[in-house]
């Protein structure tokens, strides 16, 4: 079994920062890639982006040159730091890691920007 957690939602005002991170524990032999998914009231989960075990990244077009994600040195986890932050972006954000063929899930941490 594995458990995702994440951390470090809040509420920002416009043009603000914030940094989230995600932990895989439990039965992690070979993470595939971990990734940000977002998804707000009335929408659909959306990816924000994702890294693999070799540390390509793909990134959704919405965030591009204001969002970063990168990988702790202990490779299980993952952060995500958000700038220049847009109303828009509020939402929850889910930690999805993948092993081997599975996806696990996180509970999600909320992000509201306020304009």
């Known amino acids: 079994q594995v458990q995702v957690v994440e951390s470090g939602g809040g509420l920002v005002q416009a043009g603000g920062s914030l940094r989230l991170s995600c932990t895989a524990s439990g039965s992690i032999f070979s993470i595939n890639a971990m990734g940000w998914y977002r998804q707000a009231p009335g929408k659909q989960r959306e990816l924000v982006a994702t890294?693999?075990?070799?540390?390509?990244?793909i990134y959704a077009d919405s965030v591009k040159g204001r969002f970063t994600i990168s990988r702790g040195n202990a490779k299980n986890t993952v952060y995500l730091q958000m700038n220049s932050l847009e109303p828009e972006d509020t939402a929850t954000y889910y930690c999805?890691?993948?092993?081997?063929?599975?996806?696990?899930w996180g509970q999600g941490t909320q992000v509201t920007v306020s304009s």
């Open positions: 890294i693999t075990g070799v540390g390509s990244t």
């Open positions: 999805k890691t993948t092993v081997t063929a599975f996806h696990y």
